[in-house]
């Protein structure tokens, strides 16, 4: 394994590190293949947001640049996404079920004193059939489990 030097904190750059997908092919196709079944059934727009918000409390700058491109790309306004880290300031730009799946996504990647609060769940819960929480759930873990690959190898913004 090799490292680059310390990135100049004027510049705020970091050097990336290993590359996954070169280096361990094969987590690099599961991951691939998890990621494309954890949405199967959800809503593509859900799927972004749930994808973006998770990336932006991991502050993977990589993930945050493709998935708000991929997005915007699929008809998601801007306003949506600019508004996302406030999201329950700002309500009124997201159904009830998004802003259930953004609390679970959030309960989820923080997982505050260990665990997702039972009111978090149950809300959730009320807006997804079961088989649409499970997908859910999987979609939030995958997405963590990408952001934490992207901050850890220090992805390229932009290299998607």
Known sequence: ?????????????????????RNAPEVYKAMVALDAAAKK??????????????????????C??????????????????????????????????EQAALALTEAVTVLTDGFVPDAVYERAAAH??????????????TINAWNRFGVTTRMTPGQA
């Open 1 to 21: 394994m090799t490292t680059n030097p310390t990135p100049n904190p004027q510049h705020g750059h970091h050097q990336p590190r290993i590359a996954i997908a």
């Open 128 to 141: 997804f059939d079961e088989p649409e929480l499970a997908q859910l759930i999987a979609l939030i873990t």
């Open 41 to 62: 059934g959800l809503d593509p727009a859900l799927v972004h947001l749930v994808k973006i918000r998770a990336s932006q409390v991991n502050h993977c700058a990589f």
């Open 64 to 97: 945050l640049d493709m998935h708000i491109k991929e997005a915007r790309k699929e008809g998601e306004t801007e306003e949506r996404v600019y508004l996302l880290n406030a999201w329950e300031e700002a309500g009124a730009h997201y159904s009830a079920k």
